[in-house]
């Protein structure tokens, strides 16, 4: 039950799924350090140093994690570790004495929290995954709706609403994949001791089993470790991990700022949902702020800056280690996952219930789509032998007067403007000068890109 007289992190209750918050809590990570004693327990058995007897005691206690206790004893020694390695031996009376054998604190710690970024990955895998599928759809449903394109944030030419999101999708299956590489590539410490030699562990089992024995360890935690360490793993591999995790946040960054600017009611194109009991303002009642996408943009802002922090702690690991990361460690990764994960799962509701206005669409298109299509005339007038210098500008007289018009609250004359141009009507008839000022079709290969882009991420994450 959270105690809400004392600081709570936000992560702790408010952003992120209970199930990331499980993969980093307290008790989790204290029962992979007991799944590790009790590892090491079973291969040191292999080799006749310890008996059955005392690993069955270990796996019979593994689970009765004690974090009260733990606490209490910490208090004492100032070590977390020993501290569990003494409330777990309190609980084994026959394998209390031998755990931890030959082990340093970080032969532990370090393989945990590998297996807690897998997890914590795999659950980021599967929301970036939930994601996209989400997507795809709707890239299918609008690929041929056209919207007006903004270079600049100024209005420049038609697209479709399904080539847009389609930008997204195609960043956030970047980012999936380079997730899915990171997952691939994890590496455990393994069990090196004190600056990686293995010293320790010869003396152990002999020089001649070290290789036996870290792969009689692998197997028993799944996990591939490291050929050369020194006392940690190289914290490269948070780096890796959290700029994978901080790229996927500047894809669901950028889509939430381009949803803000949309929900602007004057472009008032697309929104994220809105609840019938939401309050937009607390002075303002007439507000619908854009709440969800700016949270998606305050968090991932954060999450940018974690990777600055994981390549600090794997630049100043001093020569075999320093501890200079360890207190930063313990909330820079829960808290990037927790990131991540809030993250995803908001920008699923949003996309799951995206407003899409296609009334104001219409009404936008109708305002701006005649200028994109002179560079459209303009061709055609080349193609049928003006010169082309001389009918840009007349374009661009007709062009400032409709903007003249538009200014003063008029509706666009530019159709009208230049199908009357005698110049052009030298060349072109009024019907086909028309025709091209439609820039409902202008759009290109837009539609067949979405399409072909959507059965693509289909068959990738299927």
Request: glycine share 6%; proline share 4%.
């Amino acid at each position: 039950m959270n105690n809400y007289k004392s600081y709570l992190s936000p992560f702790t209750w408010r952003y992120g799924s209970a199930a990331m918050r499980q993969i980093w809590s307290e008790h989790y990570t204290r029962l992979l350090w007991r799944k590790i004693w009790v590892a090491l327990a079973q291969t040191q058995a292999h080799f006749g140093l310890v008996t059955p007897e005392q690993v069955a005691d270990l796996q019979h206690h593994a689970d009765k994690v004690d974090v009260e206790r733990a606490l209490e004893i910490e208090i004492e020694i100032q070590h977390d570790l020993m501290a569990e390695v003494k409330t777990y031996a309190e609980q084994c009376p026959l394998g209390g004495g031998i755990i931890h054998l030959g082990a340093t604190s970080v032969d532990v710690k370090d393989n945990a929290t590998v297996l807690q970024m897998r997890a914590a990955l795999d659950l980021t895998i599967a929301g970036a995954r939930d994601l996209l599928l989400i997507l795809v759809p709707k890239m299918i449903q609008f690929a041929e709706t056209p919207v007006m394109a903004y270079t600049h944030l100024q209005p420049a030419e038609p697209t479709t609403l399904g080539y847009r999101l389609a930008q997204y999708t195609q960043d956030l299956l970047t980012d999936w994949e380079n997730l899915v590489r990171a997952r691939a590539a994890l590496k455990g410490k393994g069990f090196k001791g004190a600056v990686g030699t293995s010293a320790s562990y010869a003396e152990l089992f002999g020089l001649e089993n070290l290789a036996e024995f870290e792969l009689l360890m692998a197997e028993e935690l799944g996990l591939t470790f490291f050929p050369v360490t020194t006392q940690t793993y190289p914290r490269k591999q948070d780096y890796e991990v959290l700029s994978a995790l901080a790229g996927m946040g500047a894809s669901i960054y950028k889509l939430a700022f381009d949803l803000r600017i949309l929900q602007s009611p004057p472009i008032g194109e697309l929104a994220e949902p809105f609840g019938s009991k939401q309050i937009g303002s607390s002075a303002m009642p007439f507000k619908r702020n854009p709440i969800q996408a700016e949270k998606l943009d305050s968090l991932a802002r954060l999450l940018a800056q974690f990777p600055r922090t994981a390549w600090d702690n794997a630049a100043h690991s001093l020569l075999e280690r320093t501890l200079d990361d360890s207190a930063n460690r313990r909330t820079l990764l829960p808290e990037a996952f927790l990131i991540a994960d809030e993250l995803l799962r908001v920008a699923y509701k949003i996309i799951s219930n995206l407003q899409i206005d296609e009334i104001a669409i219409g009404r936008n298109f109708a305002i701006y789509a005649p200028f994109a299509a002179t560079e459209r005339l303009l061709m055609a007038l080349g193609k049928a032998g003006a010169d082309r210098q001389a009918m840009h500008e007349y374009l661009r007289q007709h062009a400032l007067t409709a903007w003249e018009a538009l200014r003063v609250g008029e509706a666009n004359p530019l159709i009208e403007l230049v199908a009357q141009e005698s110049e052009f009507l030298r060349h072109l008839s009024g019907a086909a000068i028309r025709g091209l000022m439609d820039a409902s079709h202008y759009v290109g290969n837009a539609p067949q890109k979405t399409r072909q882009l959507a059965a693509d991420i289909q068959s990738i994450v299927g």
